[in-house]
Each structure stands twice: as structure tokens, then as C-alpha cells.
């Protein structure tokens, strides 16, 4: 089975400050690992994943995150952020088969402010 | 192209009634699977397809829920004797294969009064 925790359910950032957004998860098995955003009034949406090779992983507007195994993180960060980016964020996580569904964090709402 | 579409958007039924939401996948998607979420939480798995049939519902609550995607592409959740307690928004996900991307579709809302 597997479990992970965003213990953030909110996090207020000033626009252009940098954030970053926390994801640990448990797991017994190698896992691919994910994180998803849901826009105001919009479908979740893939962000960026992590399947193997390079730990650190990139999304076209600016976010980054690094799996770390050690630790069991997958932390996102953005180095400024922007009004746009007021969102949801779900990380999320599933075994290397495949089989299982994503396992999903309860989310963490970024809010920008001015 | 097109996404993954879900049918209605929002369904409001009375507690003990029956219902079924739909999910039309993207083309050439094998995968589809069921997701739940409630207020304040993310998505919790139900079910997933891959072709017809149903490779893993250790996700469904209980036996009063149920899917079906008899021809490989479109699927049918069908929740019997809703519960307010099954108010919720239900999400729909399609991928290429099992171990490739989730792509979701918008959503229904169910509430049950």
C-alpha cells in the first residue's frame, strides 16, 4: 500500500517570492511519482512526473521538482511565482507496474498574493 | 484533440435513487480508471479498466457501486441507493497504457440530497 502526505493544506506566497510545496510518501515497492494542479474551475491537470533517470524534473512554466529517495520527498518548487499560479496541488504517486491507481495527497492550495 | 469528457457535469439526485456517469476516454486510451473526490481531499482511486475489463475495483466502497466499459472505450459508473455520503466529485482518467500518463477529464458533481 501506499500513502502520501502534503502537510500543507495552504500556503500564502507574495507574487514573485519563491515557493516551495511539500510532498513525502511511503511506499514498499519503486514508485513513479506525479504532481497534478487544478486551476480555479478546471480538471487536474499534469504538472510534471518523475519516472526514472535525472531526479530533478522540470514543467514548461517554471516549476521543478526533485525526487528524493532517501528521504521519500517529492517537493515542488518555483523560484517566483505569478498570479496565474493560484491553484490547487496535488502530489501524487503509483508503483513501477503501473496496476494500481494514483495514490493522491490531500492537496495544497497556493495562494498568490499581490 | 479531444480530452477526456465526462457526462452530465452536475447530477443531483434524492438518497435511495440510481445513477450512472459517463466517461468517454481519449481515442486509443486502453487504460480508464475512476477516481472520487471529496471536499478537501484529493482524488481517491475506485476502479481501473484496461480494454473491458476491470483489472483492479479494490477501490469501490462497497457493492453498490459498480462500472462497466463493455466495448474497450466508453464507461459507465453506476452507483445504486445513493447516500449523501456519496456526494462528490467523480473523475475520469484515461492513458495510453497502465504505466503511462493520467489525463482527467472535467468532472461530475454528484450531490445527494
Known amino acids: 500500500a501506499q500513502s502520501v502526505t502534503q502537510l500543507d493544506s495552504q500556503v500564502p506566497v507574495f507574487e514573485e517570492a519563491p515557493v516551495e510545496l511539500r510532498c513525502n510518501y511511503s511506499s514498499s515497492v519503486s514508485v513513479y511519482l506525479f504532481w497534478y494542479v487544478q486551476y480555479p474551475n478546471q480538471g487536474l491537470q499534469l504538472l510534471l512526473k518523475?519516472?526514472?533517470?535525472?531526479?530533478l524534473v522540470e514543467s514548461i512554466n517554471g516549476f521543478e521538482a526533485e525526487f528524493n529517495k532517501s528521504q521519500t520527498s517529492f517537493h515542488l518548487r518555483k523560484p517566483s511565482v505569478h498570479i496565474s499560479d493560484t491553484a490547487e496541488y496535488f502530489c501524487a504517486v503509483s508503483d513501477w507496474g503501473g496496476a494500481d491507481g494514483l495514490t493522491f495527497g490531500k492537496g495544497t492550495h497556493l495562494i498568490i498574493q499581490p | 484533440g479531444a480530452g477526456v469528457s465526462q457526462t452530465p457535469s452536475n447530477k443531483v439526485t434524492e438518497k435511495g435513487k440510481y445513477v450512472e456517469l459517463r466517461c468517454d476516454p481519449i481515442?486509443?486510451?486502453?487504460?480508464l480508471y475512476w477516481y472520487r473526490q471529496s471536499l478537501g481531499q484529493g482524488p481517491e482511486f475506485l476502479i481501473y479498466?484496461?480494454?473491458?475489463?476491470?483489472?483492479?475495483d479494490s477501490g469501490l466502497p462497497n457493492d453498490r457501486f459498480f462500472a462497466v466499459r463493455p466495448e474497450g472505450s466508453v464507461s459507465t459508473l453506476k452507483i445504486q441507493r445513493t447516500e449523501r455520503g456519496d456526494s462528490a466529485m467523480y473523475l475520469c482518467?484515461?492513458?495510453?497504457?497502465?504505466?503511462?500518463?493520467?489525463?482527467f477529464g472535467p468532472g461530475t458533481r454528484l450531490t445527494v440530497l
Open positions: 482518467a484515461s492513458s495510453l497504457s497502465n504505466t503511462d500518463t493520467q489525463y
Open positions: 518523475y519516472l526514472s533517470g535525472s531526479t
Open positions: 479498466f484496461q480494454g473491458t475489463g476491470a483489472a483492479d
Open positions: 481515442s486509443g486510451h486502453t487504460a
